[in-house]
């Protein structure tokens, strides 16, 4: 016994004196890192206020909720709004038009703000560059019901291609209100709208990617091709990486008043979509439990997803949304 307390004698001590030790470096640390935590409090409590907070309201979803009896005079119904919903065809035309306009968006729309910003990197004329990127990213400014109006000019039943057409003795026609080009309608106005704006976040990567490497690539003999090949598009790939698992988190986020503006003139069996679908049964019909169960269904669904991409990353050698340690 006592060789045993002997050999544990010297671990314990260790042990204090490493949590002494943690407990200097954290106070240290609380000391050294004052103002920036004092910066980041208002932050943490407005996230916490306004974004974490509500989500208690979640029960609701669980719930024969009734806005005059409230959370606790309500009845607590289990699973049945989710069974309910997975039950409904409505539902699941939702969620597979919001998949159809995500995957579509995906391969169509994601790619666009990386080639934008290829594009106006390899201008040299910095006030070209200025007068370009401003006049790309302005529409980000504009509201869906101008994007949706503007659009409504040009292809619309009475707009420029139809007049057109119309004037060269040709049928007009109007791709406005085509269900079936519907998705191909709101990836244009997303891609008119936001890829100007998508385009900073790369353009704020290539510039931190060192030039000693292109003018040691192009001593080297490299053209242009390969200085992107294996240069340009190495130092974005984390940016995209991280970028693609967020929107991959909001994969059953496709919007909500683009869809609402004109679902009247394609009708909900195209412009339905899960944000849409929430609006209407939880707040035109009033039936709230329900409207929460598809719209924690649709976070649920998100988080997972992230979750995964995360995980995906790892495993190709990316750090994702937060690293391993």
Not at 238 to 244: D, F, H, K, M, S
């Amino acid at each position: 016994m006592t060789t045993v307390g002997s050999s544990l004698r010297p671990k314990a001590s260790r042990a204090r004196g490493s949590a002494k030790a943690g407990g200097a470096s954290w106070r240290h640390r609380l000391r050294r890192d004052w103002p920036l935590l004092a910066m980041v409090a208002p932050v943490i409590v407005l996230l916490g206020v306004f974004h974490y907070f509500p989500t208690l309201g979640n029960v609701i979803a669980f719930q024969d909720y009734s806005p005059y009896a409230g959370i606790r005079g309500s009845d607590f119904i289990g699973f049945a709004n989710f069974e309910r919903m997975f039950s409904e065809p409505a539902f699941w035309s939702a969620l597979l038009n919001t998949l159809a306009i995500t995957a579509f968006q995906l391969v169509f729309y994601f790619p666009v703000p990386i080639f934008l910003a290829l594009l106006l990197n390899s201008v040299l004329s910095v006030r070209l560059r200025t007068l370009v990127q401003g006049v790309v990213y302005l529409p980000h400014f504009f509201s869906w019901v101008l994007v949706v109006s503007l659009f409504q000019q040009m292809i619309g039943g009475a707009g420029l291609l139809a007049q057109t057409l119309r004037s060269n003795g040709y049928q007009a026609v109007d791709l406005m209100t085509k269900p079936d080009s519907f998705i191909l309608l709101v990836t244009a106005q997303s891609i008119w709208k936001d890829a100007g704006w998508g385009m900073i976040v790369f353009l704020a990567a290539l510039s931190t990617i060192n030039p000693a490497l292109y003018e040691a690539a192009a001593a080297d003999g490299a053209n242009r091709w390969r200085r992107l090949w294996h240069i340009t598009l190495p130092g974005l790939r984390p940016v995209i990486v991280l970028l693609l698992i967020l929107r991959l988190g909001d994969a059953l986020t496709v919007g909500f008043e683009q869809f609402i503006l004109q679902r009247s003139a394609v009708g909900g069996g195209a412009a339905e979509v899960l944000d849409t679908y929430v609006y209407y049964q939880g707040l035109l019909v009033g039936d709230f439990g329900y409207g929460a169960a598809a719209g924690l269904f649709k976070g649920v669904v998100g988080l997972v997803l992230v979750l995964l991409a995360n995980r995906f990353a790892h495993l190709v050698g990316e750090q994702g949304v937060y690293s391993r340690s």
